[in-house]
């Protein structure tokens, strides 16, 4: 073999690996890629089915349930729009707490529950993931704006 075919063989190689590499890299990139969502996001089935998610909010108050088995919890997490029941299994972190922000992962399942497999809780009063903030503000603003819509009854439109 000449050494100019050698050479050739050895790039060629080399960028089979290479591509190889990349494949695996992106590969597992994307099976670990996991994204947020709002509970209006999840309601209005933007969010992916049976694929691992996180949805974030606040908890809304009083929707704390503590089941008979005594490690499954259920909670509702709120945008202040709309809202997603959530079931844990597990420990809860010291800092949650009802009307409190939290991001939990996990699945949605076809009853619309979220099967939560983790749950994260803010870390001191002045924290909210910011794409749960975020989501609480546009939600905020937008049921401010409904409710300062006038309407105008028919007969006084005519006057």
């Known amino acids: 073999m000449k050494p100019r075919h050698k050479r050739m063989a050895m790039i060629i190689g080399g960028v089979a ?4 590499c990349a494949g ?3 590969t597992a990139f994307r099976e670990n890629l996991v994204f947020f969502f709002t509970p209006s996001q999840v309601a209005a089935n933007e969010a992916p089915q049976g694929r691992l998610f996180r949805i974030g909010g606040l908890v809304e108050p009083g929707s704390v349930k503590r089941q008979p088995d005594g490690v499954s919890v259920r909670f509702v997490v709120t945008d202040t729009a709309k809202s997603i029941p959530v079931i844990y299994k597990g420990a809860l972190p010291d800092l949650f707490r009802e009307g409190k922000g939290v991001v939990t992962q996990g699945r949605l399942a076809p009853d619309g529950v979220f ?11 002045n924290y909210m993931p910011p794409e749960a903030d975020d989501a ?3 939600a905020h ?3 401010q704006k409904a409710s300062q819509t006038l309407v105008i009854p028919p007969q006084e439109q005519k006057k």
């Open 17 to 20: 690996a290479l591509a190889v």
């Open 24 to 26: 695996l890299v992106l």
């Open 115 to 125: 099967q939560a497999s983790e749950v994260l809780a803010k870390h001191d009063e």
């Open 136 to 138: 609480v503000k546009k």
């Open 141 to 143: 603003a937008a049921s």
